[in-house]
């Protein structure tokens, strides 16, 4: 099993920027991919941002904006979010999945609000 903690979201203006840290404990070794989603208030949970062995792969509405990036020895991804609109508004959720040999099970963090907003 992997326990996930997030930290890092809050309040900010439009054009701000704010960092997302998900550290992972437990099984770590079997951790495949870690990644990044959003959930705003009516709509459905989408991927903002994902890493899996170097690959990396973004929400178009992201793109150019965010960066994620991964803490192999701190066992930690991060979500460096700049130029944040209101429509970046919304509950980040940490997602881990595991290796196939693992089980390949997925695990959410207890999520993050994002309030982007003058």
């Known amino acids: 099993q992997v326990q996930l903690v997030e930290s890092g979201g809050g309040l900010v203006q439009p054009g701000g920027s704010l960092r997302l840290s998900c550290a992972a404990s437990?099984?770590?070794?079997?951790?495949?991919?870690m990644g990044w989603y959003r959930q705003a208030p009516g709509k459905e949970r989408e991927l903002v941002a994902i890493?899996?062995?170097?690959?990396?792969t973004y929400a178009d509405s992201v793109r150019d904006r965010f960066t994620i990036s991964r803490d192999i020895t701190k066992s930690t991804v991060y979500l460096q979010m700049n130029s944040l609109k209101p429509e970046d508004t919304a509950v980040y959720y940490c997602?881990?999945?595991?290796?196939?040999?693992?089980?390949?099970?997925?695990?959410w963090g207890q999520g993050t609000q994002v309030t982007v907003s003058s």
């Open positions: 997602n881990v999945v595991l290796r196939a040999w693992a089980g390949g099970n997925d695990y």
């Open positions: 890493t899996s062995r170097g690959s990396i």
């Open positions: 437990g099984s770590i070794s079997s951790i495949n991919t």
